[in-house]
Antibody, heavy 124, light 111 residues
Framework: QVELQESGPGLVKPSETVSLTCSVSGGAVSSYYWSWIRQAPGQGLEWVAD???????NYNPSLKSRVTISLDTSKSRFSLKLISVTAADTAVYFC??????????????????WGQGILLTVSS | QSALTQPASVSGSPGQSISISCTGTSSDIGGYDFVSWYQQHPGKAPKLMIYEVSNRPSGISYRFSGSKSGDTAFLTISGLQAEDEADYYCCSYKSSSTLVVFGGGTKVTVL
């Protein structure tokens, strides 16, 4: 049973850069997508980015200019870096494992394991 | 505004069946069988309930079923129980630069 656990600062100031990390345990990082999905307070889910085990990345176009996702297979963890944050980035950030559409990747077709989520608040 | 359209709320009495719709386009729901549904209780992480339109992961009750017709997907909950009260989100692969799209969520209330 794979488990995911997010970590990172809970509070950052506007215009700052923030990094969130997701630690994966109980399963290998190979053959899957590793994703970040966020949920603003009282709102729905928004896909942010994902990375295939081979390092290929996908980004939500609305965030692509400010987001970088990376994967450290040796430590079984992946990270999200978000630059120039604003209050609109305040949300619970979930990390999740995605099943690939094909063995070549393309995109995740569903998310079968999720972390508990971490609240990121952007405020001065 | 979410890429997929869901009703804001659906309610039903215990034991009844309810269905939640999720409408997209030919670029997502209508074009691919990569529709999934997630249940989210307050303060909790989403939980996969249905994948690839109609498949249930291990451990998910048979009371949950999924289907699709054209550009619209459906999640049906039969024999509604108090524990089913939660938010439900649909999700689909999309053949565009936005590869993954979610619905806005539907709040299910058990009367």
């Amino acid at each position: 049973q794979v488990e995911l656990q997010e970590s990172g600062p809970g509070l950052v100031k506007p215009s700052e850069t923030v990094s969130l990390t997701c630690s994966v345990s109980g399963g290998a990082v190979s053959s899957y997508y590793w994703s970040w999905i966020r949920q603003a307070p009282g709102q729905g889910l928004e896909w942010v980015a994902d990375i295939f085990y081979d390092g290929i990345t996908n980004y939500n176009p609305s965030l692509k200019s400010r987001v970088t996702i990376s994967l450290d297979t040796s430590k079984s963890r992946f990270s999200l870096k978000l630059i120039s944050v604003t209050a609109a980035d305040t949300a619970v950030y979930f990390c999740a494992r995605g099943a690939p559409i094909s063995i070549l990747g393309a995109a995740p077709k569903y998310f079968d394991s999720w972390g508990q989520g971490i609240l990121l608040t952007v405020s001065s | 505004q979410s890429a997929l359209t869901q009703p804001a709320s659906v309610s039903g009495s215990p034991g009844q069946s309810i269905s939640i719709s999720c409408t997209g386009t030919s670029s997502d729901i209508g074009g691919y069988d990569f529709v999934s549904w997630y249940q989210q209780h307050p303060g909790k992480a989403p939980k996969l309930m249905i994948y690839e339109v109609s498949n249930r992961p291990s451990g998910i009750s048979y009371r949950f079923s999924g289907s699709k017709s054209g550009d619209t997907a459906f999640l049906t909950i039969s024999g509604l129980q108090a524990e089913d009260e939660a938010d439900y989100y649909c999700c689909s692969y999309k053949s565009s630069s936005t590869l993954v799209v979610f619905g806005g969520g539907t709040k299910v209330t058990v009367l």
